[in-house]
């Protein structure tokens, strides 16, 4: 079983400005390989797509292959965005 390092980071809308975000909190945990999947599978992708809001993967080479290390969720009304990072 592999560790991964998450890392959350959530992002407010900045009033003053249209396309900036402030950082609210960052939470760091550390989650099973079963949890990683459940958050970056396609179907979870597509579903919160269906919802209004936006979801973007970001791939890269580790060492336990080919996989997501970024994803970026924005909610519906593009007030909130929530930013994963994985560390294998």
């Known amino acids: 079983m592999k560790k991964i390092h998450m890392t959350k980071t959530h992002y407010i809308k ?3 400005t249209k396309t900036t975000y402030l950082i609210e909190n960052v939470e760091r945990e550390e989650i099973s390989e079963k949890e990683y999947n459940n958050i970056t599978s396609t179907d979870t992708q597509r579903f919160f797509r269906r919802l209004g809001g936006s979801e973007t993967a970001q791939r890269t080479y580790t060492s336990a292959g080919y996989l997501i290390t970024k994803l970026t969720s ?3 009304d593009r007030k909130t965005k929530k930013v994963y990072q994985f560390k294998f």
Do not use: E, G, Y
């Open 14 to 16: 900045n009033p003053n």
């Open 74 to 76: 924005i909610s519906p």
